[in-house]
């Protein structure tokens, strides 16, 4: 069924809580219209309908927090791979991420990839901030190659007139949000350089003004307070040192999202230990050049003893690394406690935090304390409220037909969430061959053409 008017189910998880009562909800111009008991005598689906019975339905997931241009390697001078980077949306999609929130980007890349969404049910939604905004010698132009600089992956943005500018330059090219990155330590915990008071100001006051929310990369305590003190419009990213208590209540205080991405930390050095580069399971996801980077991280990670190699984290102890996410996952649960919302990101693909595995990150928010249905309102509403995107994210009246079947009961077993059976978007059965991948190959390469002409004009 490619496009059934109905859906009948017994198990669905609305986006919010789970409802078990057999539910009859059915589909029209792309949306949801109606939803209505499905009485128990009606064993049959009427024709026409999809009927999940025995799975459980939910709508599309969304992933807060990617970068849906990314190849996904560990090294920083990443070569432009169109078929990489197609691989990674394409195989994210058939996984259940029907929507993806990309936190940096070229602009150039970010509207090809959008139109793409846009135009085709066959590829992810995509809603982008485009480049970076970033302290002048900040991260991550601390780290970033001069070449990704050029292009415009990221904005310098050294006084509150550049930083005025660079929102302007962000909302011109049509960008859905505005990222700014705030980062008082290095991810080898080396002191940098990090905007001033009065520029984070600026940013998020020009960006309410042009009407787009302000999205903050923060990773310590420090970070979250100049965010707060800014009033950005949600946090991305657990913090690595222990939360104060006065910050939890400001974050509460704010009404403002948080996006915890605790497994892309994690993963560095499970995948490493566990030799994920040798593991079937997890290299079929992703491409050739993706493996390689994997396995050149996993050696050198076992020859640099208490270290962690060069690399973004390099010459960080293991252990403090280690102790670094055993505090994020412990402020997530302040912040949950706090009763602050939390979404889901996988900050993906970078190393082993790869698109379109939401079971990865939502296991380990799960592991650390949270409930099943807070994981899986995080990878759906709670997405959605945190990107603008009211239109999904949960299974009611007037929402995109943007749904899921999955394999199995999530609420006993949050790894059936990954055993995705059936993907809609718009009420549209997604099927992903080799035309998909074509017309994402083209769309792809536009983005790299606009980007390098934007490049060139300098703008
Ligand atoms: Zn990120």
Redesign the pocket.
Known sequence: MDRPDTFIADRVFDGRNFRDEPLRIDIAAGRIARISPFAPGDAAAPDGAFDARGSTLLPGLIDA???AARVGLFEPDEAPNPAAVVKNLLTALERGVTTLGD??CTAGMARALRALGEARVDAPAVRSSGPLLADPLGYPLDWMRPFHRRIGAAIPCGDERSARSAVERVARAGMDHV?ICIMHQSYAYHPLHVFSRSVATAIVDEAHRLGLRVFA?AHFDADYRLALDAKVDAL??SAFDPLAAETVARVRDAGIAVCA?LW?FQSTCLGAEERWDRDAGRTGGVTRPVVRSWRRFAEAYAASGDVLPPGIAGGLLKDRAREGVRNARANLMLLHDARVPIAY?S?GP?GFSVLGRAGDELGVMHAAGLDIETCLRAATSRGAELLGADDRGSIEPGRRADLIVVDGDPRRDLGAIDRVRAVFRGGVRVAVGAAAHARAGAAVVRGLAATLADAVRGT
């Open positions: 927090h990617c970068h936190m940096g990222k990369h991305m990213h991405t892309v990101g900050d970078y």
